[in-house]
């Protein structure tokens, strides 16, 4: 364990992309296309070609830019791949339409909806409630002096919690966490098991909103729901039709699922490998001090964040980035992950620095599509990494960290395991 970074020095020929070394550790591999191919095509494991945008001024260019489409009815793909890509639209659900897939102005509508119902002010009412989860979920691996923190820790506690803001009944959760489960594991391909658990969410989702329709008071009560908030949200006389309040429910759970597995996961995970910053940050939590807290959250998105990849976009014109002409039809992927990490902008950005100040990372993205979720994100891996520090202040690893496996998924970066000891506390 060391708290030196990791050289970003690559390789003299273009990387090999997607192979489990790959995995394991991208950074070089970005490191080396950021140098000498800042706009690089790639075919990715599903056979689609597809740019890659890995430096950081090109990538916030790109995330904001209103020609490269959300739309994946703008993909130029080939008839004989259609529907075998991944590429999430394709498989027209009627949940698929969700803020991610559309552009303005459906885009502009469907997000001011929401955010009257996913309110900054409804998350910090909530924080008590995420303290709970916390300690529910750590004392029951407490006395123990061992757990598998993905597992026991990292998974459950965003399902629940979002389940509990949206206002699924306690007694469904488990279900969720099942459905959820299957699609951390088998990623969003279009595979059976996966559709399987998703046609099931759908289903259980349109009759909890047609339940909480019925039983809808005419003023919202203090605490209500967030499904229920939803129903009730309205636009100039323009209402959510069911189907826009399933698909929201459906990508509120989605996207804040496993990003803040990955955020809790690979947080603890660097701060477990960085003895010296973890120590910081454990003084700092022992002082009642949240300064280095909230810098380090931000910190660690930046450092090994949980979003690799933003997620789709497709060139509705001709349009150049970085000086690479990208046709019409182009899938364009931005590499948060590399851009995060691109010396022109972060100094020293392969060192993991709790206190850094000029930190505008892109974790949560840039632009109209810009990340939702950021105060519950915020408030579940503050709360977690420290309630973590302060109960279980001599946490190690219980595995070296060279042999841990992690997820090979295109978006998400993220471990599939993160074994840990301690000394057992009552
Ligand atoms: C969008 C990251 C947690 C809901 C995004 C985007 C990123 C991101 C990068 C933009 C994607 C793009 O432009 O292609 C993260 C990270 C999280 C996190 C790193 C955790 C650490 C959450 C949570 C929720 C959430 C907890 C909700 C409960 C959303 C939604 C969007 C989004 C709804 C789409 C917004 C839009 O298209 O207007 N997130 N997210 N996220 N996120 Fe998050």
């Known amino acids: 364990m060391t708290d ?9 020929r273009a990387p090999d992309l997607f192979t489990w070394e790959f995995a394991a550790d991208p950074y070089p591999a970005y490191a080396w296309l950021r140098e000498h191919a800042p706009v690089h095509r790639t075919r990715l494991p599903s056979g ?13 260019q790109a995330l904001a830019d209103q020609r490269l489409s959300k739309n994946p009815a703008h993909h130029d793909e080939p008839a004989h791949a259609k529907g075998k890509t991944g590429i999430p639209g394709e498989r027209k659900a009627e949940l698929m339409t969700h803020l991610l897939n559309i552009d303005p102005p459906d885009h502009t509508r469907l997000r001011r909806l929401v955010s009257k119902a996913f309110t900054p002010r409804r998350v910090a009412e909530f924080a008590p409630r995420v303290q709970e989860l916390t300690d529910q979920l750590i004392d029951r691996f407490a006395r123990r002096g061992s757990a598998d923190l993905i597992h026991e820790f990292a998974f459950p506690l965003p399902i629940y919690a979002i389940c509990d803001m949206l206002g699924v009944p306690r007694e469904d959760q488990d279900d969720f966490r099942d459905w959820a489960g299957m699609m951390i594991r088998h990623g969003s391909g ?11 969410m759908r289903g259980y989702l349109a009759e909890l909103i047609h339940r909480k329709r019925a039983a809808l008071p005419a003023e919202p009560a203090p605490g209500e729901d967030l499904i229920s908030a939803l129903i009730r949200a309205s636009d100039h006389g323009e209402h959510l039709t069911e189907n826009e309040a399933a698909a929201m429910a459906f990508i509120l759970l989605f996207a804040g699922f496993e990003t803040t597995v990955n955020l809790i996961g690979n947080g603890t995970f660097a701060l477990l490998t960085h003895p010296g910053q973890r120590h910081l940050l ?7 001090e949240r300064g280095l807290l909230e810098t380090g959250v931000e910190e660690l998105l930046r450092f090994d964040g949980p979003v690799e990849l933003a997620t789709w976009r497709f060139a509705t014109e001709p349009l150049a980035i970085g000086g690479q002409d990208i046709a019409p039809g182009d899938p364009v992927l931005v590499v948060l992950a590399a851009a995060d990490r691109d010396p022109a902008r972060f100094a020293d950005p392969d060192l993991l620095d709790l206190a850094r100040r000029d930190n505008q ?6 632009g109209i599509h810009y ?36 997820r090979g998924g295109l978006i998400m970066r993220g471990l599939r395991t993160l074994p840990v000891e301690f000394t057992p506390v009552p």
Do not use: I
């Not at 990372?361 to 840039?366: D, E």
């Open 190 to 200: 279009p595979r059976g098991g996966v559709a399987r658990s998703v046609k099931r």
């Open 371 to 406: 990340c939702l979720g950021a105060p519950l994100a915020r408030l579940e891996g503050q709360t977690a990494l420290a309630t973590l520090l302060t109960r279980l202040p001599d946490l190690r690893l219980a595995a070296d960290p060279a042999e841990l496996r992690w």
């Open 361 to 366: 990372h892109l974790g949560y993205g840039h």
């Open 282 to 288: 454990q003084d700092s939590l022992a002082r009642g």
């Open 4 to 12: 030196q970074p990791r050289p970003s020095t690559g390789p003299d």
């Open 48 to 60: 689609v070609e597809a740019w890659l945008v890995t430096r950081y001024a090109d990538a916030k």
